[in-house]
């Protein structure tokens, strides 16, 4: 099998760490319009986990997030966003955020 090869449902990983939260082409737009007013925190992307052929494609991100409280607690968190098929015009959505630290 090529390195290149993706298995449908299975993750792709291939770490990138983010500099100045810049993503790979073609993936920035859809993590900024997924988080489009989610209220309560916010969200700084650290690396670029990889993705996984679905209907569509999951993209997981690991992120610093910041909630919006008093004390402003930050954790380390993994995001998992679903962009559509490109024949679709659905917006990305977010799949699951989940507090690793």
Not at 30 to 35: D, E, G, I
Not at 61 to 80: A, G, N
Request: hydrophobic share 40%; proline share 5%; glycine share 8%.
């Amino acid at each position: 099998m090529s390195e290149n090869t993706m298995i449908v449902g299975g993750w792709n990983v291939k770490p990138i760490v983010l500099q100045n939260g810049e993503f790979p082409v073609g993936f920035d737009c859809s993590f900024m319009q997924a988080l489009d007013g989610l209220d309560g925190a916010g969200y700084v992307p650290l690396v670029y986990c990889g993705s996984q052929l679905v209907h569509g494609t999951n993209h997981m991100i690991i992120c610093e997030q910041t909630l919006s409280t008093l004390h402003r607690t930050k954790h380390v968190v993994q995001i998992v966003i679903n962009q559509c098929l490109p024949t679709e015009s659905e917006a990305p959505t977010i799949l699951s955020i989940e507090t690793l630290v």
